[in-house]
Each structure stands twice: as C-alpha cells, then as structure tokens.
C-alpha cells in the first residue's frame, strides 16, 4: 500500500473517475468529492474501503471545502496530493456567443476559474501548515489554442468562449501560484488534456482525428500516466508548467 494520500474533486466526472479508478489501481490513498450523490453512492460501492474516503459535498457553497479538508486530515492525517477536477457548468453552458448570456457567463467564470483559485487557496492554506504538498490543475488545448471552428460544422456542438478563456486562466494561475510560493516545499502544475471521447458526432471525430498524430479523441484513461509521473518523485522539479496531453492536435 503506497501511503500517499490523495484528495480529488469532480471524482465522479469523465476524467475524475478515472483518475479514481487508476489511483485505486496503484494502491493511493484517496478522498474523493463530488456533489452528485447518485454518483458518489455507485463509485463508494466500486471502490469502498478503509483507505479511502467518500465525500458529497457541493464545494462551491462557503466553509464546505473547509470542512472536507479537515474530514480528510481526521482520516489520514494529511494530504500529500490534490487534483482539481470538479467542473460545474451552468444550465446555459454550451451557448454560442452570439447568444451567450450574461448570468450564465459570469456563473460559469465564477463556477470554474474561481472555484480553482479559491481552492488552491484552501488547500495551499493546508499545504503550507503541512509543510509540502503538490497541487494539480486540468486546462485544456483550448487554453493554449483556439478552437479549430471547422471540426464542429455539421454537429449540434459548439466550444463556447467562456471555456477557452477559463482553461487559458488556469494555466496562469498554476503559473502564479508557482512562483508566489517559491521555496514554500510546494509543486504546482497542470494537465491540458486534448478532447475526451463522449459520444461525439462520427463526424467532429473524424474532424479531430485529422488534426492529430495517431489516435484522435483520447478516453479519459489516457491522462492517467501523467497523473501518476506528477504524483510521484519522477517529477520533484517540475512545477508551474502546464503538460500538454493531446496526441499532437495542438502541434
């Protein structure tokens, strides 16, 4: 059994179940949030026992990630790892821009890049009483690169403004946080990931496949060695760098 413990939000999402079940694999420690209750009862029955810990939380509501922090402290005694993979959209997330409206954009904005600033002051607040700790982010290529618009002619999906400029947001705010904790025993990155496969039209596949090296859409398992290498001592001195995961769409 490793000993590292490591803390994940959105672990019942695309990517944080995955992250759940390779870690599981590895033998971590792991305390797992989510706000879907549903979820986190099917992923408990997966992967219950003595080391891990299940908590439904809505994170975004004030003092709740106080207090799963604390939960996870009380269980294992510290937290060597936190991965942020929570992603709450909004009911008008999606929208084109031209029809984007203003409280869904600012719920988003709010929801998303200030939800992974808010946490890494919480659980760098934990760090630094710690003593270490090793915090990682999700971007994604459409932080690093715009959309290539004609992958989505002929579908129903669109990749809304917003979310280029909340992962193009969290890249800097790994960066910052990096440098602003010089020399504080912390390492800070993030993982920009290519397209998940989820279904998407046969045509925007064959669309992204194009841009691509080799496989096209990744499945949400494909990020896990680079979860595992930014874990692990491998990586002692990397940080404030932002890994690209994409199989070359973004070259």
């Known amino acids: 059994m490793k000993e590292e413990v490591i803390l994940i939000t959105g672990a019942c999402g695309l990517i944080g179940e995955s992250i759940v079940f390779g870690l599981k694999n590895e033998n971590y420690k792991l ?29 975004l509501i004030k003092e709740s990630l106080d207090l799963c922090i604390e939960k996870a402290h009380n269980k294992f005694g510290r937290i060597d790892c936190a991965i942020h993979a929570a992603y709450p959209k909004s009911i008008g997330w999606g929208s084109k821009f031209e029809d984007l409206k203003e409280n869904f954009l600012m719920e988003d904005l709010q929801n998303q890049l200030g939800l992974a ?5 919480k659980i760098i607040k934990y760090f630094l009483h710690q003593g270490y700790g090793n915090l990682i982010h999700f971007s994604s290529i459409q932080g690093i690169a715009a959309p290539k618009f004609d992958h989505y002619e002929k579908t129903s999906m669109n990749s809304p403004i917003e979310y280029s400029a909340i992962k193009a947001g969290i890249i800097s ?23 998940i496969y989820n279904n998407q039209p ?32 491998n990586s002692l001195y990397i940080n404030g760098q932002n890994i690209i995961v994409d199989d070359g769409w973004s070259l």
Request: aromatic share 10%; with cysteine.
């Open 31 to 59: 305390v797992c949030i989510d706000n879907n209750k549903k979820n986190m009862e099917k992923l408990k029955l997966k992967y219950n026992d003595k080391n891990s810990l299940f908590l439904t939380s809505n994170i």
């Open 202 to 233: 046969k045509s925007f596949l064959n669309n992204y496949k194009k841009s691509c090296n080799s496989k096209g859409m990744l499945n949400s398992e494909d990020i896990l060695g680079t979860i595992l290498f930014l874990i692990s001592r």
């Open 173 to 195: 705010v790994t960066k910052y946080l990096s440098k602003y904790y010089k020399n504080k025993n912390l390492r800070i990155n993030c993982i920009s990931p290519g397209g």
């Open 117 to 121: 600033i808010i946490f890494s002051q």
